[in-house]
C-alpha cells in the first residue's frame, strides 16, 4: 500500500496536474493506494502523523516541494519504519537536486513502484526555546531566513512560478535584501565544546544537503547520510564583496574567498546580537536571538533513482 501526500497548489497548481498523471497510472496498473491532498498550512503534517503513530512500516510518497516535504517530515512518528518517495514538483527542488532524483514524475514514479536504490538519510533538528521544528534541507538564521520569508509574504515566488521562473525568486530577492542588510555579531558554538566569535554576520546555516536557494551549492561537501550537519557562516565582508560573492555559490566556488566559513559538527548553538528570522527548509518560522542545530537519532530510509 502506497500513502501518497499530495500538495496540489505546488508550483502554482502543477500539484495537482501531476497527481492526475500518477493518479492515471495508478489506476491503469491496480496499483493499492491512498490519497491525501493538502488544503492548508501544516496539513500536510496532520496526514503524516495519522498515517504513521501506528508504529506500522508505511511507505510515504510527497508529490509537492521542499516546503511539503518539510511539513511531511514534521509529521512523521516512528522515523525509522518509513520508507519515503519523492516527486519533485517544487521551485526550488533542493532536496531532489542534492539527492539526484529525477525531474520526470512519471519516471520517478515508476522507480518508487519499483524501487532498487535506497539511501538512509538524516533529518535536522532546529531548537528555539521550547520549540523543536525537523528539517530535511537546511535551517539558517540571519539573511537567508529573511529572503525565505520576503520571498514567501510578497509573492514574488508565486508570481515568478507562473513564468516558469520560480527558481530565480530566491536570487532576486537576495540581490535586493543585501542591500539592506545589517550584518550582525554572533556567537557559535560547536559539540557544546569549541566557542567561536564573528562580527558582521550576513547568515549562518545548518546544511543537511549541499544546495539551499534554489540552486546555490552552500556547502558542496554536505553528505545527508553522514550523521554530521554542516554550517555555513558568512561574515566579515563589504557588501559589494557579499553581492559579487553570490553568484559563485551556484558552483560552489564561493568557499575559496575569506569571510566564508564551513564546519561539521553533530550539535550547533548560534547566539545573535538580536532576534533575526530563521526558517526550516525555505520556510520562514520565528524571530530569535538562539538556535541550537542537531539531527534526529534515527535515519529515515528514501527510495533513489
Known sequence: MYFFIVNPNARTGLGLKVWHQVEAVLKTRNISYRAYLTRYPEHASEFACKLTESGEERTLVIVGGDGTINEVVNGIQNISKITLGYIPIGSSNDFARSMGLVKDPLIMLEQILSPENYAYINIGRCSYGSTVRRFAVSSGIG????????????????????????????????????????????TLILDDSRKLKFQKVFFATAMNQRYE???????????????????????????????????????????????????????????????????????????SDSVCYTLEPEKIRLICS
Not at 543585501?178 to 555579531?185: C, E, T, V
Not at 547520510?225 to 553570490?246: E, H, N, T, W
Request: aromatic share 10%; with cysteine; hydrophobic share 40%.
Open 143 to 186: 539573511f537567508d531566513a529573511e529572503v525565505c520569508f520576503h520571498n514567501t509574504s510578497a509573492g514574488i515566488k508565486r508570481f515568478l512560478n507562473k513564468l516558469k521562473l520560480g527558481k530565480l525568486s530566491y536570487t532576486g530577492v537576495a540581490l535586493y535584501l543585501i542591500l539592506a542588510l545589517r550584518p550582525r555579531s554572533m
Open 213 to 287: 536557494g534554489g540552486g546555490f551549492r552552500f556547502c558542496p561537501a554536505a553528505d545527508p547520510g553522514d550523521d554530521l550537519l554542516d554550517i555555513i557562516l558568512i561574515s566579515d565582508m563589504p557588501k559589494l564583496k557579499a553581492l559579487l560573492l553570490l553568484p559563485t555559490a551556484f558552483k560552489g566556488w564561493h568557499t575559496r574567498f575569506k569571510g566564508v566559513y564551513i564546519y561539521t559538527c553533530r550539535r550547533a548553538k548560534l547566539h545573535s546580537q538580536t532576534n533575526l528570522c530563521i526558517h526550516t527548509d525555505g520556510e520562514p518560522i520565528t524571530r
